[in-house]
């Protein structure tokens, strides 16, 4: 389930019918709903999400307590990971990301985020854009 839940309509039901599939889950759940997601909404006043869903398909949008308890709903979890992604962004060569790295104010928010998930790792699923790895069994 890498990168798949925040696109099904009906997750839950897809969650629950996994149990009938699998023994052992592994999640990875963009959280989308954190510090810096929610002042880039307030600047694009308002239209961060709806940006989000028309150019990635995202239907659902996750904090860090949401998918943990989204997933525990549904599975017991076993392990939870969060990887923040300013580090890939900042030393990707992927094209994109260097684009972005030109701009100032990205950039700025790539450092700062940076810091973030090294000095204060507890607090980086609250605060910066990334993604929380699952690894859960059936109930």
Request: charged share 20%; with cysteine.
């Amino acid at each position: 389930m890498i990168d798949v839940i925040e696109h099904i309509e009906n997750c839950n039901q897809f969650s629950d019918d996994l149990n009938k599939c699998a023994k052992f889950i592994i999640y990875n759940i963009p959280v989308e709903i954190n510090l810096i997601d929610t002042l880039r909404n307030i600047a694009m006043r308002n239209r961060y999400y709806k940006t989000q869903t028309e150019s990635l398909g995202h239907i659902h949008f996750f904090s860090a307590n949401k998918a943990a308890e989204f997933v525990a709903q549904h599975h017991k979890v076993i392990k939870k990971i969060f990887a923040g992604y300013a580090m890939y962004y900042l030393f990707s060569s992927y094209p994109d990301y260097i684009h972005q790295r030109k701009n100032p104010a990205r950039k700025i928010e790539l450092v700062i985020s940076a810091l973030i998930q090294k000095i204060m790792p507890f607090f980086a699923p609250y605060c910066i854009q990334g993604s929380l790895f699952f690894l859960a069994r059936t109930k």
